[in-house]
């Protein structure tokens, strides 16, 4: 099995930029799709962004679309989410999930119980 884990995350102004990080260790990553989610207090977890193993086809919650970019380096085993444009209503904790798709290389989970294996999560906060 694989294990996600997050790193990147931290506290920035309304309208700055992080990079989020999802490093895996165990299995080679690129047999997975990848999965952002994110949770505020009192929320439920929500899809951000997700990326097929190959990184060929991407999807954007409706919330960040044009402003956060989620890409993958497979020979680095590692998912990447570009954060631009923050606002307050992003601040949570942010999730990697990965879900294995050896026979499906066009799999992309929106859902948070089709991901198998879960990081810690990393705090961002947005001030305003």
């Known amino acids: 099995q694989v294990q996600p884990v997050e790193s990147g995350g931290g506290l920035v102004q309304a309208g700055g930029s992080l990079r989020l990080s999802c490093a895996a260790s165990g299995r080679t990553f690129s047999n997975y799709a990848v999965g952002w989610f994110r949770q505020a207090p009192g929320k439920e977890r929500q899809i951000v962004a997700a990326i097929t193993r190959s990184g060929g086809s991407t999807y954007y919650a409706d919330s960040v679309k044009g402003r956060f970019t989620i890409s993958r380096d497979n020979t680095e085993n590692t998912v990447y989410l570009q954060m631009n444009s923050l606002k307050p209503e992003d601040t949570a904790v942010y999730y990697c999930?990965?879900?294995?798709?050896?026979?499906?290389?066009?799999?992309?989970?929106?859902?948070?119980?089709?991901?198998?294996?879960w990081g810690q999560g990393t705090q961002v906060t947005v001030s305003s």
């Open positions: 999930a990965a879900k294995a798709a050896y026979s499906s290389p066009y799999l992309l989970p929106t859902r948070a119980y089709a991901y198998d294996y």
